[in-house]
């Protein structure tokens, strides 16, 4: 009852790309997209509106990283508010997949502190953290230390890691299934 008076659809899950400066973040959820669960069809650079997954929950994307875009975490919160507000024309359930930064920058926190302020700011269902190590370029400096996957662990946030690198094998579509299959609720 408590949602309906918000006026607002309940953010089911958030799924947080995790890596530095081009890691390769947004390529990757861009060609998530492209999976037929998602939509089928790979964006281009701009702004896209939330996608229908079923009849009653949608997928809202945002592939610049509040870090880049020098956000606080109170800015980052009411961007994913207002999708959650616009999502509730239509939708009762709203997942959410955002790239995001792995270490302190700008005036965001590392990602032990924006998953923490996530799960207090909208209590989602799940949280999973997907760090790109390595990542596009072949770096790890994108990779959790071992402190913070266990703070990930104690906040009941999943993490994995997947290897990002761009290469001329079919490797990607298989990360991609991967990112994908977390949205997928059949």
């Known amino acids: 009852m408590e949602q309906a008076k918000r006026k607002r ?4 899950r958030i ?3 995790c890596g530095q400066k081009n890691a ?9 997209l492209g999976d037929h669960r998602l939509g089928g069809n790979v964006p281009g650079n701009s702004r896209m509106r939330a996608r229908a997954l079923s009849r009653e929950r949608c997928l809202a994307v945002r592939f610049t990283s509040p870090h880049e875009m020098n956000e606080t975490p ?15 024309r239509r ?6 997949a ?22 207090n700011q909208f209590k ?7 760090q790109l190590a390595p990542d596009q370029g072949g770096n790890r400096a994108s990779q959790l230390t071992t402190g913070e996957v266990d703070a990930l662990r104690n906040l009941d946030v ?7 690198r761009r290469s001329t094998h079919a490797a990607e579509p298989g990360n991609v299934r991967t990112l994908a299959d977390y949205f997928d609720f059949s």
């Open 9 to 12: 659809a309940h953010l089911e």
């Open 15 to 17: 799924l947080l790309l």
């Open 24 to 32: 390769g973040k947004s390529h990757l959820l861009r060609q998530m």
């Open 74 to 88: 109170a800015e980052f919160h009411r961007k994913i508010d207002r999708v959650t507000e616009t999502a509730w």
């Open 91 to 96: 939708y009762w359930r709203v997942n959410y």
């Open 98 to 119: 955002c790239a995001i930064q792995p270490h302190p920058f700008n005036n965001m926190p590392g990602i032990v502190d924006v998953c923490t302020g996530l799960q």
């Open 124 to 130: 989602p269902e799940r949280i999973r953290v997907v």
């Open 158 to 164: 999943e993490v994995i890691t997947i290897d990002a």
